[in-house]
């Protein structure tokens, strides 16, 4: 219990830090540096600077978004080509072949929505990063459901504060992760059921056809 405690307060400490660049002139420049190491490696969330710089800066709060989407796409690019062309033989060290192929076919059939929904929800999305490259996840569809999920998240909260103004503050800060993590599953759901209910409804035309 208190090395969780102390961890929460190393967070807290580090939150505090990362906000305090708000007011700074080179804060686009720390929510680019947040951005990327976020989703290259530290699992550090940029949207506490985002947030605060939206807030003193409504006007430029879609800008905002838009340089936290750029780069934490750009930071994911690193695990994923980590796992792509090294990540299955460290991977085969830890986890036996099977589940790595079994991971390949889920990724297969799934790997767009899956990224999306890391990209988007409160989840370890450099970890899905490496998982996509070591599956072998086209890149191009790797970077479009990237682009999608980090973009929605982002510019989610840069346009909420663009038209709603500062009053969404608080709010963002206490609902955020629950929030797109609720919204990232239901995505998921609809995106299932509509290939499973397509193909049986592809199955049955052709068993008519027949």
């Given at each position: 219990?208190?090395?969780?405690?102390?961890?929460?307060?190393?967070?807290?400490?580090?939150?505090?830090?990362?906000?305090?660049?708000?007011?700074?002139?080179?804060a686009p420049l720390a929510l680019f540096s947040a951005s990327l190491f976020d989703s290259g490696a530290l699992?550090?969330?940029?949207?506490?600077?985002?947030?605060?710089?939206?807030?003193?800066?409504?006007?430029?709060?879609?800008?905002?978004?838009?340089?936290?989407?750029?780069?934490?796409?750009?930071?994911?690019?690193?695990?994923?080509?980590?796992?792509?062309?090294?990540?299955?033989?460290?991977?085969?060290?830890?986890?036996?072949?099977?589940?790595?192929?079994?991971?390949?076919?889920?990724?297969?059939?799934?790997?767009?929505?899956?990224?999306?929904?890391?990209?988007?929800?409160?989840?370890?999305?450099?970890?899905?990063?490496?998982?996509?490259?070591?599956?072998?996840?086209?890149?191009?569809?790797?970077?479009?459901?990237?682009?999608?999920?980090?973009?929605?998240?982002?510019?989610?909260?840069?346009?909420?504060?663009?038209?709603?103004?500062?009053?969404?503050?608080?709010?963002?800060?206490?609902?955020?992760?629950?929030?797109?993590?609720?919204?990232?599953?239901?995505?998921?759901?609809?995106?299932v059921l509509s290939r499973y209910f397509g193909s049986r409804f592809e199955r049955s035309s052709k068993d008519?056809?027949?």
């Open positions: 219990m208190e090395f969780l405690n102390r961890i929460s307060e190393l967070l807290g400490n580090a939150s505090g830090w990362l906000i305090s660049w708000s007011s700074s002139p080179y699992f550090f969330p940029p949207e506490p600077l985002l947030i605060a710089m939206a807030t003193l800066r409504p006007d430029l709060a879609p800008l905002y978004a838009a340089v936290a989407t750029a780069a934490s796409v750009l930071g994911a690019t690193f695990p994923y080509l980590v796992g792509r062309f090294g990540g299955r033989p460290l991977a085969e060290r830890f986890v036996r072949s099977e589940r790595i192929e079994t991971a390949e076919h889920f990724f297969r059939d799934y790997g767009a929505p899956t990224t999306f929904v890391a990209a988007f929800a409160p989840l370890p999305y450099p970890v899905f990063a490496l998982a996509a490259g070591v599956a072998h996840l086209g890149y191009p569809v790797f970077l479009v459901a990237s682009l999608a999920g980090r973009g929605a998240r982002f510019f989610g909260i840069g346009l909420l504060i663009y038209f709603f103004g500062p009053a969404l503050q608080g709010l963002l800060e206490d609902y955020l992760g629950w929030a797109t993590l609720v919204l990232g599953v239901l995505l998921v759901l609809v995106y008519k056809q027949r």
